[in-house]
């Protein structure tokens, strides 16, 4: 899956954390992780229908929830596709309203794949337990995530003799 999809091991590079949302967070605004890159193409309509000319993906990830997500717990809720075009950041509620949203509700240690530039959101966790999800991200070598993460790591490299 992902040769297929962001190219030779090589040129792949991933970032991991942990995600949480501690009891009585309220849900999130719908945003992307990641911004299309300048100078790519969006997906569009030609006189055939739709026509795939969406740049590929720069990253993608992988989200594995270490405990059960539900309705008490929450989950990240995905609007399918959304990716395929910039201009849909903020129109989040356009996909409630049509009831084209994705629920991520599953068990814990269940894999969810998704585009870095996905729309999507955090519903919020009305139960007594934290929520931490475990998220990786592949990406290309050339994307350094800047704006989600810091820019420093928490772990020492091995290399400085810590």
């Not at 929830?65 to 596709?81: A, M, N, V």
């Not at 849909?88 to 629920?103: C, H, R």
């Amino acid at each position: 899956f992902l040769t297929d999809t962001l190219g030779p091991s090589d040129d792949m590079d991933y970032d991991v954390s942990v995600l949480y949302s501690r009891p009585g967070a309220v849900d999130q605004k719908w945003h992307s992780d990641g911004a299309h890159q300048d100078d790519t193409a969006d997906a569009g309509f030609d006189e055939n229908g739709w026509k795939t000319t969406l740049s590929d993906p720069y990253a993608v990830c992988l989200f594995l929830p270490l405990i059960d997500l539900d309705e008490e717990s929450g989950y990240t809720q995905f609007w399918p596709r959304s990716h395929r075009h910039r201009g849909l950041s903020g129109f989040g509620a356009a996909a409630e309203l049509a009831k084209s949203t994705y629920d991520g509700i599953c068990t814990a240690g269940d894999a969810i794949w998704y585009d870095y530039r996905l729309l999507h959101r955090g519903r919020f966790n009305i139960s007594t337990v934290v929520r931490p999800v475990l998220q990786i991200i592949f990406k290309k070598k050339f994307y350094i995530e800047r704006v989600n993460y810091g820019k420093e790591s928490i772990v020492r490299s091995c290399s400085d003799g810590s």
